[in-house]
């Protein structure tokens, strides 16, 4: 069993998985921004839930790997927690790094999934031979006026 200390009481902790503890340990009172959108946590757990049973349809299994190219987003935090209830690997590449780069990683990694944000990869075409693909917007989490 761990122990963690924190302003000097020790904790037990049992060991669990990112998502075990974000369900766990999440105040399910709080909000996340978003560009001042506010999602509440119980959405954002409902999202990670939802994205979870997604990756499971598409025929993702414990041990395989979602690479997760995006910027720093709710969906890119939900796809860390969706893989981690599932025993996925989470890949998790910079969104800038150039598609060529992107590719070779995906290769290195046997990367079965992509998820990219629209707005930074417009072409999926150049990702045809690159497994299941999933396109997040930025629209999905902020209302744009």
Not at 3 to 14: A, D, H, L, P
Not at 42 to 62: H, Q, T
Not at 68 to 91: D, M, R, T
Not at 116 to 127: G, M
Request: proline share 3%.
């Amino acid at each position: 069993m761990r122990r963690r200390c924190v302003w000097g009481i020790i904790y037990r902790m049992e060991p669990c998985t990112c998502y075990e503890a974000l369900i766990n340990c999440a105040d399910k009172k709080t909000n996340i921004i978003f560009y001042g959108h506010k999602i509440s946590v119980e959405d954002f757990i409902r999202d990670v839930e939802g994205l979870a049973a997604s990756f499971r349809e598409m025929g993702l299994k414990r041990g395989d790997t979602v690479t997760v190219y995006l910027p720093s987003c709710p969906q890119g935090v939900a796809a860390f927690y969706a893989c981690s209830k599932l025993g996925l690997v989470a890949n998790m590449v910079h969104p800038l790094v150039p598609v060529d780069l992107l590719k070779q990683n995906l290769r290195r990694v046997n990367s079965k999934a992509l998820m990219f944000f629209d707005v930074l990869l417009r072409d999926e075409n150049v990702l045809d031979d690159c497994g299941i693909l999933i396109r997040c917007s930025v629209a999905d989490y902020v209302t744009l006026r």
